[in-house]
């Protein structure tokens, strides 16, 4: 197993592995941080903020419709309520 000297930094919207390439390789992505004594092997987008978007609002759809059946539960129960009386 090797083990990379890296470092990772993590943006809003990327996260940026940082460190010294194996070869002159040519396909690191050296851009915006520039070629210095780091140099960027990999950059991510970080996509998980959609997904969790995605999840929260699944979850929140999931918390209204619990909250809607409560909702139509207490109606019912008011009515059988309202009707006894
Ligand atoms: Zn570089």
Avoid at 16 to 39: L, W
Avoid at 67 to 85: C, P
Wanted: aromatic residues 4%; glycine residues 8%.
């Amino acid at each position: 197993m090797e083990q990379l000297n890296v470092t990772v930094y993590k943006t809003e919207t990327q996260i940026i592995i940082t460190g010294i390439p194996q070869e002159d390789d040519e396909s690191h992505n050296c851009d915006a941080m520039g070629c210095r004594q780091e140099h960027v092997l990999y950059r991510f987008k970080i996509v998980e903020d959609e997904n969790k978007k995605q999840v929260e609002r699944a979850a929140d759809t999931a918390r209204r419709r619990t909250q809607g059946a409560k909702d139509g539960w207490d109606i019912r129960r008011g009515k059988q309520k309202g009707g006894a009386s």
